[in-house]
């Protein structure tokens, strides 16, 4: 919303204005009277107050806190603090609520801890943990009633947790596998750096597959426009990093994929918080890489989990997902080489341009012939791999397994099953013409993810103990390789010393 907009609005003094500390204190501080006319407050909530009162953030939160008509008589300090705005001793002050709102304000110390092991606790996070410190700030009274409403699993009630063990290099696949075979309903896919974003976004798209980005290098007003994207969409695809783990309330959420697990436990119970909202249910889907194992078991002690729903993959897939992978990660690569080297190009040129000096081509003409030939090369191989994708696009995505001509080829999965009771009741008379029919391909696993993982079954869970077990004795047998390997060298030096010696 325009500034402008925002003064007309304040002109015609609404009873309730929501917004964030930086602006609400930018107006405030310009002496829009509305605003500074706080003796007739009647509410103050914060919301996600735990982001809001850490050291290091929204400073303007504490000016517009000590702006505040406070019960007791004003001081020389506060008389000092409120000079700039109008004087409202001699009226009538009314009663005001504060109201703090925070999903992870009242857990333990541990869940605001990195999850890497060895990483020590900040002194603000030490402060933070105090909700009387937090009542202070938010100009609270020290009887302020506290009410906790978190369950003992913290996390919402209705929301499925999963993860999927896979290869760093098989994250991408794994990825495109669960958003074009269990493509339905919206998802929103996280990531920790915006690098990550940038990759997967661009994979994602060459893929046919059609997604919006969310990060905090982003104007506010391209952000605006993408959430309003996504929201709009049933089967809509969100690439964020954690900048959307808070506040972002879009009932449709169906599934969360951690593509990077994130820094802390409360930042996994943020993200989570995306799906599974009020009464509705939702699943969470973690990519877990070797690198990731010590982090993911902290994250679950953090939660005290034993066992954790591993999301039940059709292996028979993969191989025609990493072969459509492969050719899109070739033409992302030559795709970027040449954007990079236009972006130089075009950057050398300018510089040039505002200096008032000439560029110099200093290739010859055997040089410039051959790079004209290397470029007409790549171009060619760049539109072949296209079509190849393409070809491959034009294609429903199936298994290596499936039979065209018999429909148990491949056995009947509990998914393939789901899928015909599906069937069935579309084609059933009784049911009233007025409920719209989706497409079911059989042989396709075309549920979303939730039902997916409820139609898995008990037998895929996994005991954390006996994977922390596999991971000692992993880290074992690497400890005892690398000694042999050491003992090796050290006995092929010393016969290298005496053969050198007897010469």
Known sequence: ??????????????????????????????????LV??????????????????????????????????????TDDDSQKSQNCETVSSVQRKKRQTFVFSATIALSADFRKKLKRGSQKSKAN??????ETLSERAGMRADAAIIDLTNASILANKLEESFIDCREEDKDGYLYYILSVHGQGQTIVFCTSIA?????????????????????????????KAIDRFRGHEHGILIATDVAARGLDIPGVRTVIHYQLPHSAE???????????????????????????????????????????????????MPEVMKRLSLARQIDKISRKDSQDKAKKNWLERSAELMELDLEDND???????????????????????EELKSLLSRPLQPKTF????????????????????????????????????????????VEPLQALRSAGPE?????????????????????????????????????????GKE
């Open 37 to 74: 006319e706080l003796h007739s407050l009647s509410f103050f909530v914060l919301d996600e107050a735990d982001r809001m009162i850490e050291n290091g953030h929204f400073h303007e939160l504490q000016s517009i806190v000590d702006m505040l008509p406070m019960a007791s008589k004003s």
């Open 196 to 224: 990550a974003l940038r990759h997967i976004s661009s994979l994602l798209r060459i893929l046919g597959v059609n997604v919006w980005t969310l990060h905090a290098q982003m104007q506010q007003r391209a952000r605006l």
């Open 267 to 317: 930042v996994y119970v943020h993200r989570s918080g995306r799906t599974a909202r009020a009464h509705s249910d939702g699943c969470s889907i973690a990519l877990i890489t070797p690198n990731d194992t010590s982090k993911f078991a902290a994250l679950c002690k953090s939660f005290s989990k034993d066992n954790f729903q591993r999301f039940p993959l059709e292996m028979s897939y």
């Open 460 to 500: 895929t869970k996994l005991n954390l103990k006996d994977m922390a077990e596999k991971r000692r004795d992993i880290t074992e047998l690497r400890r005892k390789r690398k000694e042999t390997k050491k003992r090796l060298r050290e006995q092929r030096r010393k016969q290298k010393k005496k053969l050198q």
């Open 364 to 386: 010859s003409e055997e040089e410039r012939v051959n790079n004209h030939k290397r470029k007409k090369a790549t171009s060619a191989q760049l539109t072949n791999l296209q």
């Open 126 to 131: 030490d402060e933070l943990n105090s909700i």
């Open 1 to 34: 919303m325009s500034s402008e907009k925002q003064e007309r609005l304040l002109k015609t003094r609404p009873e309730i204005v929501v917004g964030t500390p930086g602006r609400l204190w930018e107006l405030m501080s310009g002496g829009d009277t509305h």
């Open 403 to 446: 039979s065209k001509r018999y429909l148990a080829g491949a056995g009947v999965s509990p998914l393939l099953q789901n899928q015909l009771e599906e069937l069935a009741r579309q084609k059933n008379p009784n049911n009233s013409g007025d409920i719209r029919k989706k497409m079911i391909v059989i042989g396709q696993d075309c």
